[in-house]
């Protein structure tokens, strides 16, 4: 059974950092797309990086840019979000998603931001930044 499970959300003052990690399990082939994204009470789900696992291809929102990155291990059993320079606005509930055997990988950085095109999602992990 393939899942995913985000975990390292907490209470961090402005300005702070955090690192959430996204453990993937069940996967038999790099072939996938791991995509985060976060969701504030009231809004949709905002994407925020994705990754290519197979040639390590990364993908930010201009929101995040600069301030996120997204990176895995050796293994690629685990994608990572490092959070920087955090703001009361970052606040949200944040998961981790996948894109099994996606087509159009030219075009991931066009539609990796949304979240219609992920088929499996992970549980949330809450992020609350205090400022």
């Known amino acids: 059974e393939v899942q995913l499970q985000a975990s390292g959300g907490g209470l961090v003052q402005a300005g702070g950092s955090l690192r959430l990690s996204c453990a993937a399990s069940?996967?038999?082939?790099?072939?996938?797309?791991i995509g985060w994204f976060r969701q504030a009470p009231g809004k949709e789900h905002e994407g925020l990086s994705w990754l290519y696992l197979a040639d390590g291809s990364s993908y930010y929102a201009d929101s995040v840019k600069g301030r996120f990155t997204i990176s895995t291990d050796n293994t690629k059993d685990t994608v990572y979000l490092q959070l920087a320079t955090l703001k009361p606005e970052d606040t949200a509930a944040y998961y981790c998603?996948?894109?099994?055997?996606?087509?159009?990988?030219?075009?991931?950085?066009?539609?990796?931001?949304?979240?219609?095109?992920?088929?499996?999602w992970g549980q949330g992990t809450l992020v609350t930044v205090s400022s």
């Open positions: 998603a996948a894109i099994l055997w996606p087509r159009r990988r030219s075009m991931l950085g066009v539609y990796g931001s949304n979240p219609d095109e992920y088929g499996l």
């Open positions: 069940g996967f038999t082939s790099d072939d996938l797309v």
